[in-house]
Every structure is written in structure tokens, then in C-alpha cells.
């Protein structure tokens, strides 16, 4: 049990988000060329990835203009580097307005394959997202922040 912990806890902040974005989209890619499950036309499918992939573009935007003004980090790897915490804007509505863009920027990606399979990959993102990243941040960010850290925890919601 030891063991799984001490395993458990290596993995936490480990992988870049984005990193973790981009294999998550080659594992989607991958799955398509050896298992397509189609649940659209292949006109709407591309519509919609389209509108998805838009959607995605806002919330990390307006993320990293919003870290960019505070002059604080934008590294989710080492969350003692942050010297202020940005609560307004974009973070007002969520707590990880980047991670909700790569979910939707993934989402997008399964769309445009057209492959149902590619939810599964989408779900594990998220998964593993909230216990080896946002978890460890929240951590970090609480000792460093304090109160007004945990004030924020109860008015924004982690991801939407």
C-alpha cells in the first residue's frame, strides 16, 4: 500500500498538461486507425469539431492574458512558483479555465475523428487531470494562499 502511495504521489505534477493534451489526442488517433465506433455524419462531425475547437481557443486565451497581467506563472508543474492568485475573469467562472480548454480542444479532436472510443480517452484525461494535477495545485496553492485560497474554492467551481 506503501508503495502505491509513494507511485501515486511521483505521478503528481509530473506530466505538462499540454503534454498530456497531445498524447491524449495521438492515444484518440491511434484508437481511430485500429477501431472506429462512428456516431455522425461525417458533414456535422466536422462542423462541430470545428465550433468545439473555437470554443476551446476562449477560456485558455483569456486564462493566459489574465496570468500575463497578474505577472505570476503560468507553469502548472511548479504551483510555488505562483506569486498571486488570479481569481477574476475567466477564473471567476473556473478554477482551471486551461484544462477545460484542452478537454474541449480533445473533445474537438474526437468529434473530427468521429470516433465514440475517443470519449474514453476523454474521460481518463480528466481523471487523471484531477488527481495528479489539480489535487497537487490546490494543495500548494492553499498553503500559499491560505484563506483566501479556500474562500475561493467555495465560490468557483474546479472546472465549470
Keep these: 500500500m506503501l508503495l502505491s502511495r509513494l507511485a ?9 498538461p499540454v503534454l498530456l493534451m497531445l498524447l491524449a489526442g495521438a492515444v484518440m488517433h491511434i484508437v481511430t486507425l ?3 465506433v462512428e456516431y455522425a455524419a461525417e458533414t456535422t462531425s466536422n462542423i462541430i469539431s470545428i465550433v468545439l475547437a473555437v470554443v476551446a ?5 483569456f ?14 508543474t511548479h504551483p510555488e512558483a505562483a506569486s498571486k492568485l488570479v481569481t477574476s475573469g475567466v477564473f471567476s467562472y473556473s478554477r482551471n479555465p486551461m484544462y477545460l480548454s484542452f478537454t474541449l480542444a480533445l ?5 473530427l475523428l468521429n470516433n465514440l472510443l475517443g470519449l474514453f480517452v476523454i474521460v481518463f484525461f480528466v ?3 484531477n488527481r495528479f494535477q489539480i489535487l497537487p495545485e490546490e494543495r500548494f496553492l492553499t498553503e500559499k494562499f491560505g484563506k483566501q485560497y479556500t474562500d475561493y474554492l467555495l465560490k468557483v467551481r474546479r472546472w465549470l
Excluded at 501515486?8 to 505538462?16: Q, V
Design 57 to 61: 481557443m476562449l477560456p485558455v486565451f
Design 107 to 111: 473533445l474537438a479532436y474526437s468529434v
Design 8 to 16: 501515486m504521489k511521483a505521478l503528481e505534477l509530473k506530466i505538462p
Design 127 to 129: 481523471v487523471y487531470m
Design 34 to 36: 485500429f477501431a472506429k
Design 63 to 76: 486564462a493566459l492574458l489574465a496570468f500575463r497581467k497578474a505577472e505570476t506563472t503560468v507553469d502548472p
